[in-house]
């Protein structure tokens, strides 16, 4: 499933939209909070307030009691083993998971202040608000040019498409590589190439947020550090989440890093992920609070 099917955009939404739920005049709601970490207090606008979240597939629990804040302009790193539902987690942020009929979210997600999950909330504006990148980069069959203009067509936006698409494709740094071959198809690219593709896609719609799922785990070193690279010049702009396995990509990009980790209850018939740690990338990777956390940085545990 990808994030600009005609399932997701299936509907006009007028432009100039900024509140979640479809025709509201609110403007999206502004609201630092405090955040304490490693003893010091700073101001910080919320993007997501998360509230005892739990994930189940068919009443079996995936992850449960989540209890987060992400930030604007920053970047937050999930990391953990495999199974520990980081792409659970992930796909709570803009109710990608309505998407699978056996999962149940629980607690509160409040986006900018609003609850994600009311029941006045259109998925359709979730979407252009909160944009996704997934592992495998998944570009239409069309060409580059009408790839990014999918969005902000089906959405109507305002403005000149020809300008939409370059400055979407300047911000994923890839105009230089694109512009003279933009009515070529994208499956024509290289794989960092589609990537940086999808991502212009996401900016094209002009999202508040953009999740990323492993965005480089199908890239070379050299299509990676390009992504990373884009990534801390995209948070000036956005909000990024990202799930990644690579203690190194979260070190080096993020802000800040949540650990999950899966756990057993007694009978060791069933596990579900929950966060060991959450707190300022620094901290994580230099002085983590709980002793799990640095097993799993040092590579001792995962
Ligand atoms: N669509 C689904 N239906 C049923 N169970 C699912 C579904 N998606 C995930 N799960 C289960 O939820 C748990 C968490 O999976 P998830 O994919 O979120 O983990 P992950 O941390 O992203 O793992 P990985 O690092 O391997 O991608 C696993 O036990 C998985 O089997
Ligand atoms: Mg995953």
Not at 14 to 28: H, K, N, T, W, Y
Request: proline share 5%.
């Amino acid at each position: 499933m990808n994030e600009l099917t005609e399932e997701g955009f299936g509907r006009e939404v007028a432009s100039g939209e900024d509140g979640l739920v479809r025709g509201s005049e609110a403007a999206i709601a502004v609201r630092p909070t405090r955040f304490r970490s490693a003893g010091e207090v700073e101001d910080l606008e919320t993007v997501f307030e998360l509230d005892d979240i739990s994930v189940s597939y068919a009443g079996v629990p995936a992850v449960k009691n989540v209890s987060l804040d992400v930030f604007r302009n920053e970047v937050t790193a999930l990391i953990g083993p495999s199974g520990c539902g980081k792409s659970t987690l992930i796909r709570c942020l803009n109710r990608m998971n309505d998407l699978v009929p056996t999962a149940e979210v629980t607690g509160r997600l409040l986006y900018r202040g609003e609850d994600l999950y009311g029941p006045r909330v259109d998925p359709v504006q979730v979407r252009k608000l909160i944009g996704m990148v997934f592992q495998k980069p998944n570009p239409f069959p069309k060409s580059i040019y009408d790839n990014v203009a999918f969005g902000p067509r089906i959405l109507r936006m305002k403005g000149d498409l020809d300008e939409i698409v370059e400055n979407a494709l300047r911000s994923a740094a890839l105009w230089d590589e694109a512009k003279d071959r933009l009515d070529g198809n994208a499956f024509g690219m290289s794989g960092g190439q589609q990537q940086r593709l999808c991502i212009a896609r996401c900016i094209a719609v002009e999202p508040d947020v953009i999740l990323m799922d492993e965005p480089c785990s199908a890239l070379d070193p050299i299509s990676t550090a390009r992504i990373e690279d884009l990534m801390m010049e995209l948070k000036r702009d956005f909000s990024i989440v990202i799930v990644t396995h690579n203690m190194q990509q979260a070190a080096r990009v993020s802000d800040r890093t949540a650990l999950l980790m899966v756990e057993l209850d007694a009978t060791e018939q069933n596990r579900w992920g929950r966060i060991v740690e959450h707190d300022s990338t620094e901290r994580i990777f230099t002085n983590p609070s709980d002793p799990r956390t640095e097993d799993y940085v040092s590579g001792k545990v995962g």
